[in-house]
């Protein structure tokens, strides 16, 4: 079939608009049920109605206590070496927590006492000090935190214990910065009980990690010159 260039091939709907113009659509009637509304359904025949259709459905089987799978991923074969090792990294670090570090986050706290070991802070925050004690700040307003974290380290140090773990909490609901754990920050590193404080140093990711502090403690205070920074 030949056609000219400026007459498209097929055109099904050319004498469409002539048809509107025209209004030469014979449409049917609506039936009379279609043009009153449906009428309104009680809340029992909502039920009746919903269980009738939803009967012959069967519920699907599911776990609320989700986890992932514990099968290594499948790593794709046009991987390199480092992406490998990249997906592997992310998948111990959603399952463990493994590979978080609080130390490389804005969040990280640390101190220590003049001519205090740097290496104590980084033994510290690693974990490598065993914890004797622990405190839990969580839902006490800032004065009774105090007063309690006062009385813990008394307590502590009483009983001969020396390493700590004060839990406080992120701030992440606070509208501005997290209050709470700065004020715990400001009472070991300013207040009365900084003259017992050897280092702190934010936890890590198992014992509550940015939302808690490991403190080392010592028995007798020091003067002004040796108390922590």
Same mark, same amino acid.
């Given at each position: 079939?030949?056609?000219?260039?400026?007459?498209?091939?097929?055109?099904?709907?050319?004498?469409?608009?002539? $048809?509107?113009?025209?209004?030469?659509?014979?449409?049917? =009637? !609506?039936?009379?049920? @279609?043009?009153?509304?449906? +009428? *309104?359904?009680?809340?029992?025949?909502?039920?009746? $109605?919903?269980?009738?259709?939803?009967?012959?459905?069967? =519920? !699907?089987?599911?776990? @609320?206590?989700?986890?992932? +799978? *514990?099968?290594?991923?499948?790593?794709?074969?046009?991987?390199?070496?480092?992406?490998?090792?990249?997906?592997?990294? !992310?998948?111990?670090?959603?399952?463990?927590?493994?590979?978080?570090?609080?130390?490389?986050?804005?969040?990280?706290?640390?101190?220590?006492?003049?001519?205090?070991?740097?290496?104590?802070?980084?033994?510290?925050?690693?974990?490598?000090?065993?914890?004797?004690?622990?405190?839990?700040?969580?839902?006490?307003?800032?004065?009774?935190?105090?007063?309690?974290?006062?009385?813990?380290?008394?307590?502590?140090?009483?009983?001969?214990?020396?390493?700590?773990?004060?839990?406080?909490?992120?701030?992440?609901?606070?509208?501005?910065?997290?209050?709470?754990?700065?004020?715990?920050?400001?009472?070991?590193?300013?207040?009365?009980?900084?003259?017992?404080?050897?280092?702190?140093?934010?936890?890590?990711?198992?014992?509550?990690?940015?939302?808690?502090?490991?403190?080392?403690?010592?028995?007798?205070?020091?003067?002004?010159?040796?108390?922590?920074?």
């Amino acid at each position: 079939m030949k056609t000219s260039r400026n007459k498209p091939f097929n055109r099904p709907f050319r004498h469409l608009k002539a $048809l509107v113009d025209e209004k030469q659509f014979n449409l049917a =009637p !609506l039936p009379e049920s @279609l043009r009153r509304p449906p +009428p *309104r359904l009680t809340q029992r025949q909502e039920d009746d $109605l919903f269980a009738r259709e939803m009967g012959d459905v069967t =519920p !699907l089987e599911h776990n @609320l206590h989700w986890q992932l +799978p *514990r099968r290594p991923l499948t790593i794709l074969s046009t991987m390199n070496r480092e992406e490998e090792e990249s997906v592997v990294a !992310l998948q111990r670090l959603i399952e463990t927590g493994n590979g978080f570090h609080v130390s490389q986050t804005d969040e990280y706290m640390e101190a220590r006492a003049p001519g205090t070991d740097p290496r104590v802070t980084r033994r510290l925050h690693q974990g490598r000090y065993t914890i004797q004690d622990h405190i839990d700040l969580h839902g006490l307003f800032v004065q009774e935190a105090e007063q309690v974290l006062y009385r813990f380290v008394k307590q502590s140090l009483a009983r001969g214990r020396h390493a700590v773990l004060i839990i406080h909490g992120r701030g992440l609901r606070s509208p501005h910065k997290p209050v709470l754990k700065g004020k715990v920050f400001d009472w070991l590193t300013r207040g009365p009980l900084r003259a017992h404080v050897i280092a702190l140093a934010s936890a890590k990711a198992c014992d509550g990690g940015a939302g808690a502090t490991y403190a080392l403690l010592r028995r007798r205070p020091v003067g002004k010159k040796r108390r922590i920074r």
